[in-house]
């Protein structure tokens, strides 16, 4: 019974010690957990919602750039053949780069080498002509993006292809909705000018590209001006919904403060991008393709935006169609170029567009 005593004598200015160290690691724990949540669910927030450059650079990604290190003047490196880099300079003087991608059948054709002779080729032009105006993130050289001007390129399509302000090799210039949009805008004015209605002219957008085309051709209907048709790739219809679905939201999702910090910014800002209003006065026929297991642009945003195409079009296959893409395919939001009945969806709606096409504004 003594030795008891001896021992517990013994231990307890330890265990004493122990629970005083233990209260004041606690202790520790709580304020560094408090000042983390109020970093996170207070600071970080206020600082973003009158932050206009955070905004943007959240939105438009375009510091962050993959490939790195691109030559784009030689597009070979990145396995593009038939293609030609150059440059545009913009009515607003931002420097946008290019690459003007040949169709299948004119690869081996030797005397295609020189600038002159890249253009003669869109100016004879009788195949499609696809331009591409790319997503958020990356630039013109993206893999997922090589991987879908090459499945143009194989069903003999022209491409053109090219980086908003920037993005890539583009001069850098302020980056606003109003800005990208510019610039899509002056491209494909210039496609079309150079073609001069010899070939039918495809816009194709993806992701935040969705946004900026549909745009475009709303600005460019008011001058009674439309390309043959227009493929919405992954789109949503406006970016306060896409802001409230997209996965990195969704812990904030559910807070009183969510639309006055992260929504209301954005459109105070003019960052809208909303083309369920936009698309009403769109006059091509639109092909929406879109992927169930979406992860970045819910496949319920595509939806939304067919929905609204077709209260605006009514529900005639020949303005509007929506394909909807299993999600057992796994393509997510970049692969939808590897459905391997993308090929027939393609080449079907661009054949129903020549087919029917008899509006001497649409080109």
């Known amino acids: 019974m003594q030795t008891t005593y001896l021992l517990l004598a013994a231990l307890l200015p330890f265990a004493v010690h122990d629970i005083w160290y233990a209260r004041i690691y606690l202790f ?49 490196l990145v396995g593009m053949k038939g293609t030609r880099n150059f440059y545009l300079q913009t009515d607003q003087q931002v420097k946008i780069g290019l690459w003007q991608i040949l169709p299948q059948s004119l690869l081996n054709d030797s005397i295609i080498t020189t600038d002159d002779d890249y253009e003669t080729m869109l100016k004879n032009a009788k195949r499609p002509i696809f331009l591409y105006m790319h997503g958020n993130s990356g630039n013109r050289a993206s893999n997922h993006r090589l991987e879908l001007y090459k499945l143009f390129q194989s069903l003999d399509y022209h491409v053109v292809c090219f980086d908003y302000r920037g993005y890539g090799d583009s001069e850098e210039a302020e980056l606003s909705e109003i800005g990208v949009v510019s610039d899509s805008k002056y ?54 919904d896409e802001l409230s679905e997209h996965p990195l939201s969704q812990i904030f999702k559910h807070l009183p403060w969510f639309h006055w910090v992260i929504v209301e910014p954005f459109y105070d800002n003019y960052l809208r991008f909303e083309s369920d209003k936009h698309i009403e006065k769109i006059q091509c026929p639109i092909m929406i393709l879109h992927a169930e297991d979406d992860n970045i642009v819910p496949f319920a945003l595509g939806e939304k935006l067919f929905k609204a195409a077709i209260n605006y079009h009514g529900n005639d296959t020949n303005r509007v169609q929506m394909t909807r893409i299993d999600a057992t395919h796994g393509f997510g939001h970049k692969y939808i170029c590897r459905y391997k009945n993308l090929p027939n969806i393609i080449k079907s709606f661009v054949h129903e567009i020549r087919k029917n096409q008899t509006d001497e504004n649409i080109y």
Request: charged fraction near 10%; avoid cysteine; glycine fraction near 6%.
């Open 187 to 240: 491209v494909l004015e210039w496609l079309l000018k150079i073609v001069n209605g010899t070939a039918p002219v495809f816009v194709w957008g993806h992701s935040l590209g969705t946004g900026v085309s549909v745009h475009v051709l709303a600005l460019l209907a008011t001058e009674k001006v439309q390309p043959a048709g227009l493929f919405l790739e992954s789109p949503f219809n406006n970016i306060a």
């Open 28 to 76: 520790w724990i709580m304020k560094v957990s408090i000042i983390t949540y109020l970093i996170i669910f207070g600071l970080l927030p206020i600082i973003f919602h009158y932050s206009y450059t955070i905004q943007k650079k959240i939105l438009f990604l375009n510091f962050v750039q993959w490939p790195l290190n691109v030559d784009f003047s030689k597009p070979e």
